[in-house]
């Protein structure tokens, strides 16, 4: 399900924020890694990513310059958690996109907008409804091309969200894999180039046996 659900600008103002339990302090220490995954989106960053942290999802969003993301539980589909950034950011967009990006926006000072995300969030809640089981088998709401990270590798180990960190990762994978089948098909040639060289030995050895040995 989702846990939360947060809004910022793309300087890192934030907008809007869900109601939460503030006594959880698992969701506590995810809504901080938010805050951290914001200073590390750029100009070039993937506009929808998919952030592994623990038990946890963390799904961003990013249209018209502002950065929509919510947590969820690791079993949560990420189809659904995509469509429900996109009903978010449409309405948002609709709503108060405009007063959004003025320079006269303060911090959180588009809290009405929770009624909107509560009722939304409801919706989506429980996955074996309908209208959740038409998103789920919608085409258009393909997510397997989305970019999935690490948090650990993301907060700890120096990797980015922009798009060439990415293709840089897809294109070492591709190479590790190339290799493994390279190794693999010279494996199967030295078999095939050696098979009849020792089936013949091992039938002469036989026959001195036989002959000889016996």
């Known amino acids: 399900m989702v846990r939360s659900t947060l809004i910022y600008r793309y300087d890192a103002l934030p907008l809007c ?5 503030d006594n959880d302090s698992s969701l506590m220490d995810q809504k901080k890694k938010c805050k951290i995954i914001i200073s590390r989106i750029t100009p070039n960053a993937e506009p929808q990513a998919t952030i592994e942290s623990g038990n946890y999802n963390i799904h961003y969003l990013i249209s018209n310059s502002i950065i929509y993301l919510c947590i969820s539980d690791k079993s949560y589909p990420r189809k659904l958690a995509f469509s ?4 978010i950011s449409s309405e948002f967009q609709n709503s108060h996109g405009q007063d959004a990006l003025s320079s006269t926006a303060r911090p959180y000072g588009f809290s009405s907008f929770d009624n909107f995300l509560s009722k939304t969030k409801k919706i989506y809640q429980d996955q074996r409804a309908q209208s959740n089981l038409d998103k789920l088998n919608n085409d258009l709401a393909d997510v397997k091309k989305v970019m999935t990270k ?4 993301l907060l700890y180990r120096g990797d980015s969200l922009d798009k060439m960190s990415d293709l840089s990762s897809i294109l070492k994978n591709d190479s590790l894999k190339y290799k493994r089948r390279a190794q693999r098909i010279n494996l199967e040639a030295l078999i095939k180039q050696y098979i009849p060289i020792v089936g013949a030995g091992l039938i002469f050895v036989f ?3 036989y002959m000889f040995l016996r």
């Open 150 to 153: 690490n948090i650990e590798d």
């Open 17 to 21: 924020g869900s109601v939460d339990d």
């Open 207 to 209: 026959l001195i046996w």
């Open 84 to 87: 429900y950034l996109s009903e």
